[in-house]
C-alpha cells in the first residue's frame, strides 16, 4: 500500500521502533545463513524500511502499486548510494508469483498493506509461497480492541461496541480503515498460509490513548514509549498484547 494512501493517526507506530525491529530480525536471519539476505517489502511505499535494511547490505524487492512511491523509493536510494540493492516493482500480492518468476526470498515484510488488500489470507498464502525454507515474515497490521478503547474513551460507546462485534473491525461506514485485527484472527491466518512459530507483540499501547496536548517534548515521547515497551514485554502481562494500536507479527515458513 502506497504512503500516500494510508491514513495518518496521531499516536501511530513509531517508523524508528518498527525499523529497528526488522532490522533486529534481519540481523539473526543474517548471522543464521552467513550471507545478506533477499528480501522481500510488500507495500512498502517510499522506502521506510527497505532503505534501512539495503543500507545495512541486504537486496531488497520493494512490490507496491503507487508508481509516485516506487519514484520517491528509488530518489531515496540514489541519495543513500544503494541503488544497486534496491528494487522497485509496480505490482500487489496478487502478482507475486509473475514478479518474483520462483525466486525465493529470506525475509518478507508486509507493514500497514494487509488491511487494505481484498483477501488478505490469499495475500498471506502469496507471501508465503515467496519465502524460502525457514523464511521470516514481518507483518504489521492495525489491532481491533485498540481502537475499540479509544472510541469508548471519548465517550464514542456507539463506534467502540461496533468496531468490537464488526467481522473487519470498523467503527463506521466513515472508518478510513477497511479491516483491523485481532491476535487469535491473525494466528488463524498465518497458519492456514503455512507459518509457524508465530509472535505477536502489541505495539503503542498508550500512544493513541494519551492527549497530545500532554506529550510536550520528546522526552515526553521517549518516556511514554519506554512505557509502552515495558508494559507489554513483562512477565504475565501477555494478554496486553492485544490492545496495541498495531500488532507487529513475526512468524517462520517451513
Given at each position: 500500500?502506497?504512503?500516500?494512501?494510508?491514513?495518518?493517526?496521531?499516536?501511530?507506530?513509531?517508523?524508528?521502533?518498527?525499523?529497528?525491529?526488522?532490522?533486529?530480525?534481519?540481523?539473526?536471519?543474517g548471522a543464521r545463513l552467513g550471507r545478506p539476505l533477499e528480501?522481500?517489502?510488500?507495500?512498502?511505499?517510499?522506502?521506510?524500511?527497505?532503505?534501512?535494511?539495503?543500507?545495512?547490505?541486504?537486496?531488497?524487492?520493494?512490490?507496491?502499486?503507487?508508481?509516485?512511491?516506487?519514484?520517491?523509493?528509488?530518489?531515496?536510494?540514489?541519495?543513500?548510494?544503494?541503488?544497486?540493492?534496491?528494487?522497485?516493482?509496480?505490482?500487489?500480492?496478487?502478482?507475486?508469483?509473475?514478479?518474483?518468476?520462483?525466486?525465493?526470498?529470506?525475509?518478507?515484510?508486509?507493514?500497514?498493506?494487509?488491511?487494505?488488500?481484498?483477501?488478505?489470507?490469499?495475500?498471506?498464502?502469496?507471501?508465503?509461497?515467496?519465502?524460502?525454507?525457514?523464511?521470516?515474515?514481518?507483518?504489521?497490521?492495525?489491532?481491533?480492541?485498540?481502537?475499540?478503547?479509544?472510541?469508548?474513551?471519548?465517550?464514542?460507546?456507539?463506534?467502540?461496541?461496533?468496531?468490537?462485534?464488526?467481522?473487519?473491525?470498523?467503527?463506521?461506514?466513515?472508518?478510513?480503515?477497511?479491516?483491523?485485527?485481532?491476535?487469535?484472527?491473525?494466528?488463524?491466518?498465518?497458519?492456514?498460509?503455512?507459518?509457524?512459530?508465530?509472535?505477536?507483540?502489541?505495539?503503542?499501547?498508550?500512544?493513541?490513548?494519551?492527549?497530545?496536548?500532554?506529550?510536550?517534548?520528546?522526552?515526553?515521547?521517549?518516556?511514554?514509549?519506554?512505557?509502552?515497551?515495558?508494559?507489554?514485554?513483562?512477565?504475565?502481562?501477555?494478554?496486553?498484547?492485544?490492545?496495541?494500536?498495531?500488532?507487529?507479527?513475526?512468524?517462520?515458513?517451513?
Amino acid at each position: 500500500m502506497p504512503d500516500e494512501q494510508r491514513p495518518q493517526r496521531r499516536g501511530g507506530v513509531r517508523p524508528s521502533a518498527v525499523v529497528s525491529a526488522v532490522g533486529r530480525i534481519a540481523d539473526e536471519c543474517g548471522a543464521r545463513l552467513g550471507r545478506p539476505l533477499e528480501v522481500l517489502d510488500l507495500g512498502g511505499g517510499t522506502g521506510g524500511v527497505a532503505v534501512p535494511l539495503a543500507e545495512a547490505g541486504h537486496r531488497v524487492t520493494v512490490v507496491d502499486p503507487s508508481p509516485d512511491a516506487l519514484a520517491a523509493l528509488a530518489r531515496r536510494a540514489r541519495e543513500a548510494g544503494i541503488v544497486d540493492r534496491v528494487t522497485g516493482v509496480q505490482g500487489d500480492g496478487d502478482s507475486l508469483d509473475a514478479l518474483l518468476a520462483g525466486r525465493h526470498v529470506d525475509l518478507a515484510c508486509c507493514h500497514g498493506t494487509l488491511e487494505f488488500v481484498d483477501d488478505p489470507a490469499a495475500t498471506l498464502r502469496a507471501i508465503a509461497n515467496a519465502l524460502g525454507e525457514g523464511g521470516v515474515l514481518s507483518l504489521l497490521v492495525s489491532g481491533r480492541l485498540s481502537v475499540v478503547f479509544a472510541k469508548a474513551i471519548a465517550g464514542e460507546f456507539t463506534q467502540a461496541r461496533t468496531a468490537l462485534v464488526d467481522p473487519s473491525g470498523r467503527w463506521g461506514s466513515t472508518d478510513p480503515l477497511p479491516r483491523r485485527f485481532d491476535v487469535e484472527q491473525l494466528e488463524s491466518l498465518l497458519a492456514d498460509a503455512g507459518f509457524t512459530d508465530v509472535r505477536v507483540r502489541g505495539t503503542n499501547i498508550f500512544g493513541h490513548l494519551v492527549p497530545a496536548s500532554l506529550i510536550d517534548s520528546e522526552a515526553d515521547r521517549l518516556a511514554l514509549a519506554e512505557l509502552d515497551d515495558l508494559l507489554v514485554s513483562g512477565p504475565g502481562r501477555e494478554f496486553l498484547r492485544t490492545l496495541g494500536n498495531a500488532l507487529h507479527v513475526v512468524a517462520r515458513r517451513d
